[in-house]
């Protein structure tokens, strides 16, 4: 068992000097993306599986759709287009696919579509874990394209016909839906808390684009909604009140927010961010160290992790978050999944 679970330690903050000579945070360093320790491979795709949510982002998925097929049949690459009709579609089809050598998967939308096609891919009876995956973003957040500095559809479908593909990490998350277990395949994070609250209250305000997020944490810190829950890092427990537990593939999420800045998508395992519970002002005060380039990392009231597996049991059943999509309740069990998706970078 060790010491505890291993905490992620941030250099100390360099202070600098603001309007009238008040002091505040340099924002941390974002640490790459990827690391240094894989091999990039290419890969020579003659056929896109495209998967095109309609839905995602301001219903531009279709246009943008029919601009990428445009410009992969331009460079010889034929597509199956595929476009989904209902949450969950993407799931269905990615699991039934007729993938040949040659094959990738891309998917036209934002963080949620990718979930489900990873998802639908990894049950797939046949699945080829050689098979790589392209991302043309077109939702709200668009977390894992951001992180990767894809621009646009153009950007995204020239790093298909180049080929360049990097390895990284994965989630396997499973929680309860009603009386059923679900699992599903994280690539960019999972909430627990007040994330999880301003999330489904952002929801409902859809038509405010992506200022909708903020409105909902503010809304959530107003409730000041504390549980009471056990955490297992690592088989290492820590019970007690949270407001938010909060797991971070990437760096970024929400409106492109540095939840995480030191996580990086290859190293083998997941951050994560932990409140306790404090009162509203200090709450407030953290959120806009977090919207201040994520200098909340040396608020005193947050805690980093690094982990492998992970363990959430509530008293009742409580609703979590994967990937920007509110899916389930506790009890919720991760496990990392090291290098198991590859990608067009």
């Not at 390895?167 to 998350?173: G, N, Q, R, S």
């Not at 506790?330 to 970078?345: E, G, M, Y």
Request: one cysteine or more; proline letters at 4%; charged letters at 25%.
């Amino acid at each position: 068992m060790g010491k505890g679970p291993e905490r992620v330690i941030f250099d100390d903050p360099e202070i600098k000097k603001g309007f009238l000579g008040r002091k505040y945070f340099s924002p941390p360093k974002k640490a790459p993306h990827f690391s240094n320790l894989q091999f990039k491979e290419e890969y020579k795709t003659s056929r896109v599986h495209l998967i095109v949510n309609p839905y995602s982002g301001k219903k531009k998925g279709l246009a943008v759709g029919d601009l990428v097929s445009e410009e992969l049949t331009n460079s010889n690459i034929s597509v199956k287009a595929y476009v989904t009709e209902k949450p969950e579609h993407a799931i269905e089809i990615a699991k039934n696919l007729d993938i040949k050598d040659g094959d990738a998967i891309v998917t036209v939308g934002g963080d949620g579509t990718l979930c489900e096609v990873i998802s639908g891919s990894m049950i797939h009876s046949e699945h080829d874990s050689k098979i790589p995956f392209g991302l043309v973003p077109t939702g709200t957040g668009n977390s894992q394209a951001n992180d990767m500095e894809i621009l646009d559809y153009m950007d995204a479908v020239e790093r298909i016909i180049k080929g360049r593909i990097r390895l990284i990490d994965i989630a396997e998350t499973t929680f309860w839906d009603q009386d059923e277990e679900i699992t599903r395949y994280s690539h960019n994070l999972v909430g627990w808390g007040l994330g999880v609250d301003s999330n489904i209250l952002a929801e409902k305000m859809r038509f405010l684009g992506p200022l909708r997020y903020d409105i909902g944490v503010f809304l959530s810190i107003l409730r000041g909604k504390v549980r009471k829950a056990k955490c297992y890092i690592d088989e290492h427990l820590i019970e007690s009140d949270f407001i938010l537990l909060l797991i971070q593939n990437t760096c970024t999420g929400g409106d492109r927010l540095r939840l995480a800045p030191n996580a990086q998508i290859d190293d083998g395992k997941m951050d994560l961010g932990v409140i306790y519970h404090i009162g509203r002002f200090k709450l407030i005060k953290l959120f806009n160290q977090l919207k201040a380039q994520g200098s909340h990392v040396w608020n005193p009231n947050v805690e980093f992790y690094r982990f492998k597996t992970l363990r959430i049991e509530t008293e009742e059943p409580t609703s979590i978050n994967i990937d920007g999509e509110n899916l389930g309740t506790t009890p919720l069990n991760v496990k990392v999944l090291p290098s198991a998706l590859r990608v067009f970078h």
